[in-house]
């Protein structure tokens, strides 16, 4: 069992000033562990769902009077649906559904990237306000690519705010203090956003309109220099930067904006908590019809597991057929 770190399981908000630019950077070690090991996921659906947790990560700290975010897949290949649940102040949760043949056959073939396990489908990402619990969503669509790549495209089309993502998984192997060997899993993250106070310094990135002449050439509008300096640096990260626990995101920081002079506030702390309990479950089962409950019922009881955590809820029928 891998030892808890005072860096690890947490968000940590960051500003370059120098370059209008604010991010954060997620450290997951001992919460994705858990996550992931409680699975009996093949290790390339492993490395999605860590990648999805971790973008989750970044982007439900960032936002304000959030209850829930929601990240979700649904697609059409291996790896058919994704969901990560974070609710405030960090409590994160995730699960996944696929075809293991067909994933068995991708790795086979050399073909376990995030994009070709994917496939093609939607990602989409949903907010519930704390006190309103109203509920907005977002959707960008998959086109056999990366969670990383397909957040690109939601920022630069729906948010139109200059975004860089870089998300990191590995599976590591030491030994503990009785020799015995060890392995556990680590993901990592970080996003940068170019935020100046004019918003005159983000170019608006727009296709021709449909009435423009044939074979007119339509020029993408360059990047203020901040941004491409902020892009160069960040597209420097490596994958063990993101999840070697001997490099503090600290580190990893200063080494990137140190020129330019980074500063950065109080982490939010991430752990591995589901959010079901045997009340809730009874809630859901109370709803259901006489013949529901009897086309549930096996060997006399209804059993429900929580596909997050695992754990499973017995009831007796009889409990809601009275109440029925």
């Excluded at 860096?7 to 991010?23: K, N």
């Excluded at 989409?124 to 397909?150: D, H």
């Excluded at 490596?238 to 490099?247: A, Q, Y």
């Excluded at 597991?305 to 809601?320: I, L, N, S």
């Amino acid at each position: 069992m891998q030892e808890d770190r005072v860096t690890d399981d947490r968000a940590l908000p960051f500003q370059v000033e120098g370059l209008d630019v604010r991010g954060r950077v997620v450290t997951l070690g001992h919460s994705i562990d858990t996550i992931l090991s409680r699975h009996d996921f093949p290790r390339p659906v492993k490395v999605l769902v860590g990648e999805a947790a971790v973008l989750a990560s970044l982007l439900a700290t960032s936002l304000k009077d959030v209850g829930r975010f929601i990240l979700q897949t649904q697609t059409d290949g291996p790896v058919s649906m994704i969901v990560v649940d974070v609710r405030t102040p960090g409590q994160i949760r995730a699960t996944a559904s696929f075809n293991a043949a067909a994933v068995s056959e991708a790795e086979s073939e050399g073909r376990a990237d995030s994009g070709s396990l994917l496939g093609r489908g939607t990602l989409a990402m949903t907010i519930e306000q704390g006190k309103t619990q109203q509920r907005y969503q977002g959707y960008v669509p998959l086109e056999a690519e990366s969670l990383q790549e397909a957040a690109h495209t939601y920022f630069r089309q729906s948010e139109q705010i200059p975004t860089r993502i870089r998300l990191a998984v590995a599976e590591m192997f030491d030994r503990g203090a009785d020799g015995a060997a060890r392995q556990s899993w680590r993901a990592g993250g970080i996003i940068g956003q170019f935020l100046p106070d004019s918003l005159e310094r983000i170019p608006v990135r727009d296709l021709p309109g449909g009435d423009a002449p044939e074979g007119a050439e339509y020029e993408d509008p360059e990047d203020d220099d901040a941004w491409v300096e902020a892009v160069s640096l960040l597209d420097t990260v490596e994958d063990h930067e993101l999840t070697d626990p001997d490099i503090e995101a600290e580190r990893l920081l200063f080494r990137l904006f140190h020129q330019r002079g980074v500063r950065v506030f109080a982490p939010t702390a991430l752990q591995d908590r589901c959010s079901c309990s045997r009340e809730r479950v009874r809630q859901v089962l109370a709803q259901f019809s006489p013949e529901e409950i009897l086309e549930s019922t096996v060997d006399g009881r209804i059993d429900v597991r929580c596909e997050f955590c695992g754990v499973h809820y017995p009831f007796d029928p009889k409990e809601f057929l009275q109440e029925n």
